[in-house]
């Protein structure tokens, strides 16, 4: 059984850092694209960032290109999101997910197979 376990998330001030991470199991994290998305009250699911079986390839949304930074560690089955300059449009519930991967980095929540439970970040102004 596939688990995605996100955690980090928090209440946070305007300018400030968190890190999250995602603890994958029941499959084999190195052949998964992974992706991290969020999603805000009455809001869409978006796309916040993706990253390759190897991290070759990192894909960005704009909203965040420059203050978020995303990484993998596949000995360690965990996929991280840095966020820096933390702004309160950032307040969403963020979700990592994973599909069967390939180099392209897929922007649709539908591209994604798995998904964890989410975790919630809040920044305050």
């Known amino acids: 059984q596939v688990q995605l376990v996100e955690s980090g998330g928090g209440l946070v001030q305007a300018g400030d850092s968190l890190r999250l991470s995602c603890a994958a199991s029941?499959?084999?994290?190195?052949?998964?694209?992974m992706g991290w998305f969020r999603q805000a009250p009455g809001k869409e699911r978006e796309f916040v960032s993706g990253?390759?079986?190897?991290?070759?390839?990192?894909g960005y949304a704009d909203s965040v290109k420059g203050r978020f930074t995303i990484s993998r560690d596949n000995a360690k089955n965990t996929l991280y999101l840095v966020m820096n300059s933390l702004k309160p449009e950032d307040t969403a519930v963020y979700y990592c997910?994973?599909?069967?991967?390939?180099?392209?980095?897929?922007?649709?929540?539908?591209?994604?197979?798995?998904w964890g439970q989410g975790t919630q970040v809040t920044v305050a102004s």
């Open positions: 029941g499959l084999t994290f190195s052949r998964f694209q």
């Open positions: 997910a994973a599909r069967s991967g390939d180099r392209l980095i897929k922007r649709r929540p539908g591209n994604y197979d798995y």
């Open positions: 990253i390759s079986t190897l991290g070759v390839n990192i």
